[in-house]
């Protein structure tokens, strides 16, 4: 039984410690959004304790995502604002359909058309705090790199995408309970995804 499924070391183990990180860092993250100003920073954290701690097996969860929310505050909080304003005007745009446009085939373009544009800002959302996470340079650079890496690996972003709808639909349709754990989940898909981008910049990239 020492090597067994039961065993320290094996299979169930791991996959309950694995459990208990992905709850520990998706509660991390859910206390540190909610300050909003402080989201950037947050999932920043997120995604780069996640690659160390869950997916290289480095570090520990709080410190490791301490440490990254610390010291990647500063750029991660100006890129959050940056795109949080493209957010806030798609989604009163979002409101001034439904409220001002006709129910129509007019309106139903407009409509998904703009919520679409919605979700893509998320994505690229995702792809500028990893950045920030694995690179040294100023926001501004950050989200301008990160919109050119979206755009230039697309099918790489249509998954990402799916991605974000699926947790969404797992939350609404099989439980509640799974938003406990799922921003720790959608950012360990994130990093198998967004690392294989960032493979052709590593030599740019900061200290692992």
């Known amino acids: 039984m020492r090597n067994g499924f039961f065993s ?8 309950l410690s694995h459990l208990v990180d992905v709850f520990i860092l998706s509660l991390l993250w859910f206390v540190f959004c909610v300050p909003v ?12 304790s996640v690659r160390r701690v869950l997916d290289e097996g480095r570090g520990y969860v709080v410190k490791t995502f ?15 604002l940056i795109e949080l304003l493209i ?20 309106y139903m ?5 703009n919520a679409f544009l919605l979700l893509w800002v998320m994505v690229w959302q995702g792809y500028t705090f990893a950045y920030i996470s694995r690179f040294e340079d100023t926001a501004f650079t950050a989200v301008k790199n990160a919109l050119l890496i979206f755009i230039s ?13 699926g947790a969404y639909e797992v939350v609404i349709r099989v439980s509640p309970f799974f938003i406990v754990i ?4 959608i950012a360990w898909f994130g990093v198998k995804i967004i690392e294989r981008v960032f493979q052709k910049l590593i030599p740019q990239a900061k200290e692992p």
């Open 8 to 15: 320290f070391e094996g299979p169930f183990q791991t996959f």
């Open 87 to 106: 957010f806030v005007v798609l989604f009163l745009d979002q409101l001034i359909i439904g409220a001002f446009i006709p129910r129509g085939q007019l």
């Open 109 to 113: 373009i407009l409509f998904y058309l």
């Open 182 to 185: 799922m921003p720790a989940v």
């Open 66 to 80: 301490m440490t990254s929310f610390k010291n990647n505050f500063k750029e991660s909080t100006i890129a959050w």
């Open 153 to 165: 690996n697309i099918g790489l972003s249509l998954l990402m995408l799916v991605i974000l709808i």
């Open 37 to 48: 100003v402080t989201a950037g920073a947050a999932t920043t954290a997120l995604y780069d």
